[in-house]
């Protein structure tokens, strides 16, 4: 099921005026914000139909920019977010893309610094809810239900033994896992949903083991 | 877990709890949380609908200048005068559109289910609350009863104007907070079932069409529209009234409906009302013609 609390349907506490273009386009910042894992200095951001339509009375620009920075769907600064970003020397660049997406409300986010980039397709559904449909060109569904723990690795024999090694002698539990690699022996991306938050020393952990690139983690 | 209104419904009845409860174990047990910490994170929200009313009720207006004050102008309307539709439902008209007021202005709201929607559920508990006189803990209980039907709206359909028009909000919006008033004036969990079932038949094909694309127009006056919808609703499920058509089955229509709305009338600001010689002037005015 999509939606697995009734904090989902009651819920989030938010800035206004829109829950799927305001509150769901800040968390589909704040994801790639925590999956970028430091903070950015360029975004261009992509937006699909309804987004790309709408955004501007929607404040889905500034609620994008306000989730690259970090911020909870009620801070009061979000509706400053554009000049916030700009007094960081982040700068971003918002395109409105004509091309067709299963979801109406859909965002294509490319950002980075001076050495690394990530990109990252986020749709909102409804009422604050996003999913995170795609990761640096590998497809995942990610609800955000859950904590998750992302691993990008390289495609070896070995890569996903030891992973689940560490994670079993953490006692960490693994609640649902998808393998997507783009082709043989390339890198691969590893999505593990857990039950319970995972400590930083594990993360660490994982990240020394072999064919092991990179490491990210979403709190749910 | 619950996935129908049949089995929410079901599952109140052989335990004999209401539907609130029903919705409490099943967060406790998805979430592993203790009820305390469940009630607490609901008192929190339940705090933001009653600051938002107040701001309402002191006046707001967005930055467009599109919405605002309406909640004001009703409040010295019933002090003034004898309202025709009665006071209870006025006074829910008045916190539905406040609320969405200051979500316009884009002050702090609670979504329920949605920001565009989030007036009915709150406008009605505070309205209703004059006469019921719930204990806190009721009224926390209000917003676990809403969110249970609203649970399985998501979960079968969809809450959001761009996935499945106004009619999956606001339709959503007043048709949860009929349940919660059944619920609150002392009704079972089948006239819960029946108030909800009344309230989305009543907004079938409701579509979303935003002036400039904003939530402001008409997306507060449908707030007002879905608030004493609920009203009605539940004193008919109240009353004995039943819909022909089951709660679960109102609620495919709707995703059905929602599926064949195109895209133009699902919150893309180009159809319907936006679409209005003064829809059309509005949004030129407010982003240029070029937009």
């Known amino acids: ?220 | 877990m619950f996935r129908t209104v049949k089995e929410l419904v079901e599952i109140a009845e052989n335990e004999n709890i209401l539907i609130s409860e029903v919705m409490i174990r099943q967060e406790m047990e998805v979430k592993e949380k203790t009820r305390e910490e469940i009630y607490g994170e609901m008192e929190k929200n339940l705090q933001v609908m009653e600051n938002a009313i107040e701001d309402a009720l002191k006046g707001v207006e967005s930055v467009t200048g599109l919405t605002g004050g309406d909640a004001v102008l009703i409040q010295n309307y019933m002090k003034e005068k004898t309202p025709l539709s009665g006071n209870l439902l006025l006074d829910a008209v008045s916190k539905a559109m406040g609320t969405n007021e200051v979500n316009a202005a884009m002050g702090t709201i609670c979504a329920t289910p949605t920001a565009g929607s989030a007036g009915c559920v709150p406008g009605t508990l505070f309205a209703v609350k004059n006469q019921l006189h719930p204990t806190r803990e009721q009224m926390i209980r209000y917003l676990f009863t809403a969110g249970a039907f609203g649970f399985v709206v998501a979960n079968n359909a969809f809450i959001s104007g761009a996935a499945g028009g106004c009619q999956a909000e606001v339709g959503s919006a007043g048709a949860m907070a009929s349940a919660a008033i059944v619920e609150m004036a002392g009704g079972t969990p089948q006239q819960s079932a029946e108030a909800f079932a009344m309230t989305l038949k009543n907004m079938l094909g409701l579509v979303c069409d935003p002036v400039a694309g904003l939530v402001e127009v008409p997306c507060v006056k449908r707030n007002a529209g879905g608030s004493s919808l609920a009203i009605v609703s539940a004193d008919m499920a109240l009353a004995g009234v039943t819909s022909r058509i089951p709660c679960d089955e109102v609620i495919g229509a709707m995703y059905r409906i929602g599926k064949q709305m195109p895209s133009s009338l699902r919150e893309t600001g180009e159809g319907g009302l936006a679409d209005t010689p003064t829809g059309r002037f509005l949004k030129d005015k407010l982003f240029g013609i070029t937009s």
Do not use: C
Request: net charge negative; hydrophobic share 40%; aromatic share 6%.
């Open chain 1, 1 to 220: 099921m999509k939606y697995n609390s009734v904090f989902d349907i009651i819920g989030p506490v938010m800035i206004g005026p829109s829950s799927s273009h305001t509150a769901g386009a800040a968390r589909i910042g704040k994801a790639a914000r925590t999956l970028f894992g430091k903070s950015p200095k360029w975004a261009k951001i992509y937006l699909y139909e309804s987004f790309a339509k709408t955004y501007k009375g929607h404040g889905t620009d500034f609620a994008l920019a306000g989730g690259l920075l970090g911020f909870e769907t009620d801070d009061t600064r979000m509706s400053n977010a554009l000049n916030i970003a700009k007094e960081r020397d982040f700068y971003i660049e918002f395109i409105e893309d004509s091309a067709a997406v299963d979801h109406p409300n859909t965002a294509r986010i490319v950002l980075g610094n001076e050495t690394d980039t990530l990109e990252l397709v986020g749709v909102s559904i409804g009422g604050g809810k996003v999913e995170i449909t795609e990761l640096n060109g590998f497809e995942l569904r990610l609800s955000g239900n859950h904590p998750a723990i992302l691993i990008m690795h390289n495609d070896r024999f070995g890569a996903i033994a030891s992973v689940t090694t560490i994670l079993a002698k953490h006692q960490i539990n693994i609640g649902h896992m998808e393998v997507n690699r783009k082709d043989v022996g390339k890198e691969a991306l590893m999505v593990i949903e857990v039950d319970q938050n995972v400590d930083d020393d594990v993360l660490h952990e994982l990240d020394n083991a072999e064919h092991i690139i990179q490491i990210s983690k979403i709190v749910s």
